[in-house]
């Protein structure tokens, strides 16, 4: 004869387990809604990326000579740009580094400052260098720029970090990263540059 099989009883779930699949479900709802929101919102805002842009560059005056010592003056425009419509943007930890070729030349700091929605504000920059003795290299580069070229180059690296309100989504914060090349001519002309930061 077949024995027949004795059924016992069914394993409940552990309450413990119900507990934990219930957190899970509200904490998952939480995100979906919360994404929703701030999707919508920045739909809505469309934030934009605070920027600093080189407005203008010039080379105003060089001393230069045959022992390869040289000076200059230099006059730079940075222009802060807040595109957004709703929100002003804060500038701190502003510090750009100006060299020439290989070799540093001055530090262009700015103390923190706003920028109001949807506007621009300058900084003014006018830099002269002390007399520096150029490496064999850089003095060569310099005396084919005066007699041939009649272009220097500079360059400008750094950046600043910059705070703005996004509606309801609270503060967002960027860091902004410039490194620029400024080819300015020797006859004082004025450069219009379009060199401008990256966030990250």
Not at 39 to 56: D, E, N, Q, W
Not at 124 to 144: F, H
Not at 169 to 192: Q, T, W
Request: hydrophobic share 45%; with cysteine.
């Amino acid at each position: 004869m077949p024995k027949h099989q004795v059924l016992g009883r069914q394993r409940r779930t552990n309450p413990v387990v119900w507990c934990f699949a219930i957190v899970c479900s509200l904490i998952a709802t939480i995100v979906i809604i919360a994404g929703i929101v701030v999707f919508s919102g920045y739909l809505v805002i469309h934030p934009k990326m605070p920027i600093l842009i080189v407005r203008a560059a010039r080379l105003d005056h060089i001393w230069y000579n045959q022992a390869g010592v040289l000076a200059v003056k230099l006059i730079i425009v940075i222009r802060a740009e807040n595109h957004n419509k709703k929100a002003k943007a804060s500038f701190y930890d502003t510090k750009l580094l100006l060299g020439y070729h290989g070799v540093k030349i001055a530090q262009l700091v700015a103390d923190p400052f706003d920028v109001q929605r949807n506007e621009t504000a300058e900084l003014n920059y006018v830099i002269m260098s002390s007399a520096m003795r150029l490496p064999p290299e850089e003095d060569y580069m310099t005396q084919q720029s005066l007699g041939k070229t009649k272009l220097m180059l500079f360059y400008l690296k750094g950046g600043s970090r910059t705070t703005w309100r996004v509606g309801p989504l609270g503060s967002v914060k960027f860091s902004l990263h410039m490194n620029c090349e400024l080819l300015l001519p020797i006859n004082g002309s004025v450069v219009n540059s379009h060199c401008s930061t990256k966030s990250h």
